[in-house]
């Protein structure tokens, strides 16, 4: 799905929006008419002292999604505005405020293709880690600033911030269940996976794991923020019994001889899993023209990812 919005945009949000975890990177927040920030939720925005002083953010508006429990971050020099609503990415002009709501001519492309979705998460979750996070202090100093709604500051000097886009790899990869127990291994893992539950694009999705040894490519090259296709089968069968859609690595963790790859599992992957020879017949399809096995380690290119999506939508 991608859909351009433009005169429905905010009405849209606000639908979306609703009864959602919401993860957002939005430059000037000086309105919660139509997307309100709360629980869960997440929000970067700039809210330097020159915002707060202009009225292009409204220090009263991130008070009030404080108290309602959302996590800000202050970011100055951010012009970008993405919306992550579950499994969906809205990316475009629109900062929220009243004038986009009422005034202004805006745009905004709304997608669930996986690829844009994991590289826009990507993107809030590199600006949340160099941006600084506001507590009741730091709220209650913006709160005394004055707003005069003069024009911004020119020639600001902007910081270092940096944010790598693209280049996110897809892997069909083979895996079974594990019959051995690892203890002291699972102790680490299970402090990776409270962190990566901030990544999750989904509240209702779950961060799972996958164990791997020995020497490969996948082993030394898949990095979080890369997708995995997964091959099932339970121990000891030879043929998988399902193939479950592309799904964003979130942790890679690396334990001696061991590496778990943390990734979401989203709410509905057992409903849109494939049999194994339905997968065959979409990865064909796809143009992808090596021999897929129950064991596979392969790398898909992003254009056969994005066929195989297409193809596994519409079956």
């Known amino acids: 799905m991608n859909r351009l919005l433009s005169h429905n945009l905010w009405p849209e949000v606000a639908r979306l929006a609703k009864n ?3 993860r957002a990177a939005i430059a000037y927040v000086s309105s919660d008419e139509y997307l309100e920030f709360g629980k869960g939720d997440l929000l970067v925005c700039d809210a330097g002292t020159n915002s707060i002083k202009t009225g292009q953010t409204s220090a009263a ?5 404080f108290d309602r429990g959302c996590r800000l971050y202050n970011l100055p020099g951010l012009h970008a505005k993405i919306v992550l609503l579950n499994e969906k990415a809205l990316i475009g002009s629109a900062n929220a405020s009243g004038s ?50 003069r024009l911004p500051l020119a020639n600001m000097k902007q910081r270092g911030i940096k944010i790598t886009t693209g280049g996110h790899r897809t892997w069909v ?7 051995k127990k690892f203890p002291e291994e699972q102790k680490v893992v299970d402090v990776a996976i409270e962190r990566a539950k901030d990544k999750l694009s989904n509240p209702r999705s779950t961060v799972q794991q996958v164990r791997w040894t020995g020497n490969s490519r996948f082993r030394s090259t898949c990095k979080p923020n890369d997708w995995l296709i997964q ?3 339970p121990f000891g069968k030879r043929v998988p019994t399902m193939v479950h859609e592309r799904m964003p690595v979130l942790e890679v963790v690396g334990i001696g001889k061991a590496t778990y790859f943390l990734y979401e599992q989203f709410p509905k992957c057992y409903s849109r899993a494939k049999t194994w020879s339905d997968f065959k017949r979409l990865a064909v399809r796809a ?7 129950p064991g596979s380690e392969l790398e898909i290119s992003d254009h056969q990812a994005y066929l195989l999506d297409g193809h596994w939508k519409n079956e």
């Open 287 to 293: 143009g992808i023209k090596r021999n897929i096995k």
């Open 173 to 179: 990869v083979g895996t079974t269940e594990i019959q």
């Open 100 to 149: 986009s709501a009422h005034s202004l001519i805006e745009a905004g492309l709304l997608t669930d293709q996986p690829a844009i979705v994991a590289t826009a998460q990507s993107f809030v979750n590199q600006l949340t880690s160099q941006a600084e996070e506001l507590d009741e202090t730091k709220l209650k100093k913006l709160l005394s600033i004055k707003v005069a709604k």
């Open 231 to 233: 091959i099932w089968r």
């Open 61 to 65: 508006v991130l008070k009030r999604a």
């Open 20 to 22: 959602t975890v919401k």
